[in-house]
């Protein structure tokens, strides 16, 4: 988080909390939160905040905050004492609750300001709905917000963080996932306006119906005078009126209703809506770009919001056209000549600028090259900023800088970068073309200056067909996962066929996994695990099929292989001997019915007389595998199976006096039998948010949308028939559209003739015909669509299982069987 200015002193945190003060160097200003020891610090006096959470415990990154320069700590435990005799110059304040001290400073620090806030609350849109309201105000008054959806419990207080004296206009985001926890968020934030997107069906966990989800959403309104919401939703509109009718003034929008305040009308042309606004005192018409449901509801929150405050609709119309309904994130790409681009070209400001900065750091040690353009509407003066934004790229070790804008050529001399070049403007910069080879580079700039432009200058050449991985949802689930495990057990997550088709290399997800406290990787080949360790990755990797003549290469890259039979107990035993190994990791699986690979019971004996000759030999872990843990029907068997498996671990950790891990559940595993959680689980499919029961759906976030879009939309005659073979024949006059993705990239040939789907604009089109190589031709008949529109193949919305059943295989094959030349795109 960048900031340059003092939130509060230390002494002041000390009587919010009511904390004891450990110890005390001096009463030094607090120019920065941090919570996470990995992200830098930019100010010259960050507070860190030893939070306690569900995958790690802040304390054990105390050490590792020093190291970076940290000075003071908020700690629940009176710290080891080894630890703090070793610090020296520290301010130490001991609370009962770090969180709860995080929340007390942030509503102290909040009752220093009095300005317009615009709290937003709801199921979906509010992310969007919120950059829409920063990205309007901002034109008219200098706004603060929270970066990216930093909305949670601990986000919003870092957001709040945020806020200066020189700011005018506040709009934050509160996101929550089960009762109680809004109120609390409410008292962080103190909105004087509230905003209300919608509630949806989805995430219903922690709650026990939808009238106790609204309650609780718009408990964030509690200090508001005025609330904005859509009146077609009939218990919203219930709840506000009852809990807030007498007390604030509730302005309400609809699409059917003539009573709402605001009555909304709209009409989609072919690749714009346009929107009538009408009360009973004006009139007003927009245009908007975008033609779905979703963000044709999203625009009207803001318009709403911003014609009852005032806004004038001219200015309005023109920021409109500039919006942009892709999420407002940061994507990860492949580039040309092996460069990595971070795609970041919606918003500049330095806090951002430090978020993106902080995940390019996250990624493969290459050449870090910055793309970026003048920072606008900062509250700094620009001389002090630019100087800022100078030390900042120093920070991050930037090797090459590339500005963009009359600012930067302006302040050009104050970037000491080894590398430098400045462009007046994009068309500047297009003209002469700057060239890559093996960077990181980061694309970073306000909307205003169109970058993607120049991403797709530098971007890899693709083919319209993409896979998006939304690593949000990843972590997401990891920590669904993580809560239904007891206390101690660890994950290994497995990453084997590239991270089940999401990886262009397994690295991207690996990283935010290692990242995120998974304790091991497990991945089918050597090579995998050779090119992981190749790109950083130094969590422990098992590797489960290892080849004789492997071990070698294995041992060099702290690889642990699994072994599954005597005989490669034997190779190993040789290769031991041979290169006199002082010592090897290794996992023994043991074979329990599911008659794949293993060591089976009647050959315990002879392998315990093997392993006993083999002293430099660690046996990190023992483990098995469950033929149907996700089929009830064989539930029976699934127990034989966990008491097979306890019975051969425990007699071979007898026989040699041993204790390592024990392992036996994949994902249904997990969720299906928790009893048998050992020390280990191994998860798979679950962190891609699919292939698990209906019930246990609404917890986890799908994480990968396959998409392309229409290259031809054609007519035919009835009698004319459609692709290879003449499989279809037009029985009428109908409309085709041809889209590029075939069984090549792996649209399976299966999905041809009718039996799959794919969803266009929300309409769902079968595939008719035989599918191609890299083709395939679908019904369109009745819809108004053109060349580029978006086809999507599955998504979070059109699960790829449903997909799965439909063509008689299951999620796990089809997001394997995606071809390494569809790009992907991760979402951070
Ligand atoms: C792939 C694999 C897993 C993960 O299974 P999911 O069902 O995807 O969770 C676990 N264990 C072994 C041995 C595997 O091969």
């Not at 609204?214 to 009146?231: A, G, Q, R, V």
């Not at 990181?440 to 971007?459: D, Y």
């Amino acid at each position: 988080m960048h900031l340059s200015h003092t939130l509060a002193y230390f002494s002041d945190l000390v009587v919010v909390t009511a904390g004891q003060v450990v110890v005390k160097a001096a009463n030094f200003p607090i120019t920065e939160l941090s919570i996470d020891s990995r992200n830098k610090t930019t100010t010259p006096f960050p507070i860190f905040f030893a939070i306690v959470g569900i995958n790690h415990d802040g304390h054990d990154y105390i050490a590792a905050a020093y190291e970076k320069g940290i000075r003071q700590f908020v700690v629940v435990h009176p710290y080891h004492c080894a630890i703090i005799e070793k610090f020296n110059g520290v301010n130490i304040l001991q609370v009962t609750n770090t969180l709860e001290a995080l929340h007390q400073f942030i509503i102290f620090y909040r009752s220093k300001y009095q300005l317009p806030i615009l709290g937003v609350a709801g199921s979906n849109g509010k992310t969007i709905v919120k950059e829409w309201m920063h990205e309007f105000l901002s034109r008219k008054y200098k706004t603060v917000s929270n970066p990216q959806s930093y909305n949670s419990q601990v986000g919003v207080p870092l957001a709040i963080s945020l806020l200066q004296p020189s700011h005018e206009y506040g709009v934050f985001e509160a996101g929550i996932g089960q009762t109680g926890e809004m109120a609390k968020l409410a008292s962080l934030i103190q909105p004087t306006h509230g905003l209300l997107t919608n509630i949806g069906p989805a995430h219903n966990q922690g709650f026990q119906n939808i009238t106790q989800k609204i309650e609780e959403k718009i408990k964030l309104f509690t200090s508001c005078t005025t609330i904005y919401y859509c009146k077609d939703h009939q218990p919203i509109h219930l709840a506000m009126v009852e809990l807030y009718g007498r007390t604030k003034v509730l302005v309400n929008w609809s699409f059917h209703n003539q009573k709402a305040d605001y009555r909304v009308g709209y009409k989609r042309l072919s690749s714009q809506t346009t929107l009538q606004i009408t009360t009973t005192t004006q009139r007003n018409t927009f245009v908007i770009p975008f033609r779905d449901k979703a963000s044709i509801e999203n625009i009207t929150h803001c318009l709403v919001y911003l014609l009852d405050n005032g806004f004038d609709p001219r200015p309005l119309q023109l920021s409109l056209l500039q919006l942009t309904s892709i999420p407002m994130r940061m994507t990860l790409k492949a580039g040309i000549h092996r460069c990595q681009i971070i795609d970041d070209t919606y918003t500049n400001d330095m806090v951002s600028l430090t978020i993106a900065l902080d995940f390019m750091q996250q990624q493969q040690p290459t050449k870090r090259t910055i793309i970026l353009t003048d920072i606008l509407q900062s509250a700094t003066p620009d001389a002090q900023l630019y100087q800022e934004l100078a030390d900042l790229l120093v920070q991050y070790t930037i090797d090459r800088l590339i500005g963009i804008g009359p600012l930067m050529c302006q302040y050009k001399t104050l970037f000491p970068i080894p590398e430098t070049i400045f462009f007046n403007g994009i068309e500047e910069y297009l003209s002469k073309k700057p060239s890559f080879k093996d960077e990181t580079i980061l694309v970073k700039g306000a909307r205003t200056f169109r970058l993607e432009r120049v991403v797709q200058t530098i971007e890899q050449n693709n083919h319209g067909t993409i896979l998006e991985i939304d690593m949000h949802a990843i972590r997401h689930n990891l920590s669904y996962f993580r809560r239904q495990l007891n206390v101690g057990t660890k994950i290994m997550a497995m990453v084997k066929a590239s991270c089940y088709g999401s990886g262009s290399s397994n690295f991207e997800l690996a990283s935010v996994l290692q990242r995120h406290g998974v304790e091991y990787l497990g991945v089918a080949y050597m090579d995998e695990g050779i090119s992981l360790r190749q790109k950083g990755i130094t969590l422990p990797i098992m590797v489960m099929n290892p080849t004789d003549d492997h071990f070698d290469a294995i041992l060099d890259h702290h690889l642990e292989p699994e072994i599954y039979s005597l005989p490669l107990l034997d190779a190993l035993a040789c290769f031991i001997a041979e290169r006199s190994v002082q010592s090897i990791s290794i996992h023994l699986k043991l074979e329990t019915g599911m008659h794949r690979l293993g060591i089976a019971a009647t050959e315990l004996d002879q392998l315990i007389k093997q392993l006993k000759q083999m002293p430099g030999l660690h046996i990190v872990s023992i483990f098995s595998h469950l033929a149907a843990s996700q089929a009830d029907l064989h539930d029976a068997y699934t127990l034989l199976q966990a008491e097979k498996f306890i019975k051969m671990a425990q007699y071979i950790e007898k026989q040699l006096a041993i204790k390592p891990l024990k392992h036996l559940l994949n994902t249904n595993g997990i969720l299906r039998f928790p009893q048998f959680q050992f020390d280990m689980v191994r998860l798979g499919i679950g962190l891609h948010g699919v292939g698990v029961d209906q019930t246990i759906q609404p917890h986890l976030l799908p994480a990968s949308k396959l998409k392309t879009t229409i290259s031809q939309v054609k007519s035919i005659q009835k009698g004319d028939s459609i692709g290879y073979d003449r499989k279809a024949i037009a029985t009428q006059a109908m409309t085709i559209a041809t889209i590029p993705i075939g069984y090549a990239d792996g649209l399976s040939r299966s999905f041809g003739c009718g039996k799959a789907t794919v969803v266009i604009q929300g309409h769902e089109c079968p595939i008719i015909g035989n599918v191609c190589m890299d083709m395939a031709m679908v019904d369109v008949t009745g819809l108004a669509l053109k060349r580029g529109d978006e086809v999507i193949i599955f998504s979070a919305e059109h699960p790829i299982d449903r997909l799965a059943e439909r063509v008689g295989t299951i999620s796990y094959e089809l997001l394997t069987q995606i071809s390494q030349r569809v790009k992907r795109v991760y979402y951070t």
